[in-house]
Nanobody, 114 residues
């Protein structure tokens, strides 16, 4: 079955950086667009970034454009989210997803302290 396992969440100070990873299994990873979302307490789950399967075209939410970078390694079945210049508004649970399959990981917590 499809499995997505996020990792890399941590407590970081304002201005710091983190790299999240999402290890995928159970489907042909290289054939699917992958996305990252996040959900802060009391908020909806918001789109952050996506990367297509073959031509690696990326798309970002305005809130993270220029600070976050999505990438993928098809040989490792892994998608990454490099997050720089973090601030308190970035505190949330971060999820990776395969939109076409409707599959989600369990999430990883990112907390940014001031």
């Amino acid at each position: 079955q499809v499995q997505l396992v996020e990792s890399g969440g941590d407590l970081v100070q304002t201005g710091g950086s983190l790299r999240l990873s999402c290890a995928a299994s159970g489907f042909a990873f290289r054939m699917y667009t992958m996305s990252w979302y996040r959900q802060a307490p009391g908020n909806d789950r918001d789109f952050l970034a996506s990367i297509t399967s073959i031509n690696l075209r990326t798309k970002y939410a305005d809130s993270v454009k220029g600070r976050f970078t999505i990438s993928r390694d098809n040989a490792k079945n892994t998608v990454y989210l490099q997050m720089n210049s973090l601030n308190s508004d970035d505190t949330a649970v971060y999820y990776c997803t395969v939109p076409y399959l409707g599959a989600w990981g369990q999430g990883t917590q990112v907390t940014v302290s001031s």
